[in-house]
């Protein structure tokens, strides 16, 4: 059973930082597939892909909104995905899901991810 273990949610105000972090349980999932991070905002239908990194060349792929204040941050000795946010903004609040892909190479959507985590909360007061 391979287990993707988030924390670092919480409240923070605008402007602020917060650093999400995923362990997963399994070395083969980590270093041989895609990883990343989706979020759910409130009243959101779907999860939004954050960022993703491919397992083989580790090229990162983000959202335009986000590139110059979020940034991942893989330590493969300890099988840890980071997700350091910067200059929070109240619509940053959501859910953020770690994420396992199906593939080496990021996948277009949520519909290629392998394996969840539980979710972390985060919230953005203005």
């Known amino acids: 059973q391979v287990q993707l273990v988030e924390s670092g949610g919480g409240s923070v105000e605008a402007g602020g930082s917060l650093r999400l972090a995923c362990e997963i349980s399994?070395?083969?999932?980590?270093?041989?597939?895609?990883v990343g991070w989706f979020r759910q905002g409130p009243e959101k239908e779907r999860r939004e892909g954050v960022v993703?990194?491919?397992?083989?060349?580790?090229?990162?792929y983000y959202i335009d909104s986000l590139k110059g204040r979020f940034t991942l941050l893989k330590d493969n000795a300890k099988n840890t995905l980071y997700l350091q946010m910067d200059n929070l903004k109240v619509e940053d609040t959501a859910m953020y899901y770690c994420?396992?892909?199906?593939?080496?190479?990021?996948?277009?959507?949520?519909?290629?991810?392998?394996?969840w985590g539980q979710g972390t909360q985060v919230t953005v007061s203005s």
């Open positions: 994420a396992a892909s199906r593939f080496g190479n990021c996948p277009a959507g949520s519909g290629g991810v392998r394996y």
């Open positions: 993703c990194i491919n397992a083989a060349d580790e090229t990162s």
């Open positions: 399994s070395r083969e999932i980590f270093g041989g597939f895609a």
